[in-house]
């Protein structure tokens, strides 16, 4: 079984010397300040906004990297419990900048670099295992554009908020690409089902927001102005509630996928006995017992 569920259990709120000496000297989200992106610390709620509005807020080389290394240093903010992912000024994110991104992508197929594109291909891959692995639920909330890479983005995302008037689209194809980009011919079915998915990853159309709804891409639609902070507002939610059995749940969830039926039950079995030894789950008892309702500390 490749579930490593003990390795969950080494991630107290309060951490330890121990813990600290194998934490990265470069993680440190309360003064983090991101260089492609923005980035706000709310209690224990983060935000990152993808910030280049004129644009549709596009991806560069840069921030995909960037990206990439924050989803995979959360591992180790404890500080942190939940994550909104959003764009700036009406759009959520228009995928790869055609100018930044694709033009030398195409420059390097002119010169026969296979090395090069697929080391492209793997760092924009690994964003998207940095987002499944972190331990923080990842709510996306989606206005305006939401195309390419963006659309992976939302579907990379442990949930979605959308609006009426955004626009979801798998694009890759318009482009001359399969749309087996990012785990999207894995994951995409999985939250739409295999015969949507194939008519988005075969066509490159558009959901509008209640067509995502419907299908079951976005959890929720929210109006416009509202769909930030309706996201913030329930990842506050998650992140008031038992945040290590949160972080087992996300575990479980992405790792069963590849399991069959009696594997997932017993990594379940292994997952609600490693819970059952938290402080969480005795406060919760005892919060019944008193008829009081529960304060959790994440251990």
């Known amino acids: 079984m490749s579930m490593p569920l003990a390795a969950a259990k080494a991630r107290p709120d309060d951490v330890g010397d121990t813990a600290r000496r194998f934490r990265p000297s470069r993680v440190d989200f309360a003064r983090f300040e991101p260089q492609h992106f ?5 209690g224990k709620v983060a935000t990152v906004t993808l910030n280049r509005p004129e644009r549709k807020n596009p991806l560069t080389l840069e921030s995909y990297a960037e990206l990439r290394d924050t989803f995979r240093d959360l591992v180790y ?6 994550v909104v992912i959003t764009g700036a000024g009406g759009n959520f994110c228009s995928g790869g900048d055609v100018h930044e991104i694709i033009g030398p992508l ?15 291909t793997r760092m924009t891959g690994d964003l998207v295992k940095a987002m499944r692995a972190c331990p923080q639920p990842i709510v996306a909330a989606v206005d305006g554009v939401c195309a390419g890479a963006g659309a992976i983005l939302a579907m990379a995302s442990d949930l979605r908020f959308g609006t009426a008037r955004s626009k979801v689209a798998f694009l890759f194809v318009r482009v001359g690409l399969a749309g087996a980009d990012m785990g999207a011919c894995n994951m995409l079915p999985r939250i739409v089902g295999a015969g949507r998915a194939a008519e988005l990853l075969y066509t490159g ?5 209640a067509e995502a709804e419907r299908w079951g891409f976005y959890n929720r639609l929210c ?15 998650i992140a008031e509630g038992p945040t290590f059995a949160h972080a087992m749940t996300k575990r479980c969830i992405h790792q069963e996928w590849s399991m069959d039926i009696d594997e997932a039950i017993e990594a379940e079995a292994q997952a609600q006995a490693i819970c059952m030894q938290t402080k969480d789950y005795e406060r919760a008892y ?14």
């Open 38 to 42: 923005l980035w706000r610390l709310d």
């Open 77 to 82: 903010a404890n500080e942190v419990k939940t």
């Open 106 to 120: 195409v420059a390097m197929q002119r010169q026969d670099d296979m090395a090069g594109l697929l080391a492209f």
């Open 205 to 209: 159309r558009a959901m509008d927001g």
């Open 223 to 237: 109006e416009p102005d509202a769909v930030i902070a309706e996201a913030q507002a329930l990842a506050k939610s």
């Open 286 to 299: 005892e919060a019944f017992i008193k008829k009081e309702k529960p304060v959790f500390q994440g251990n």
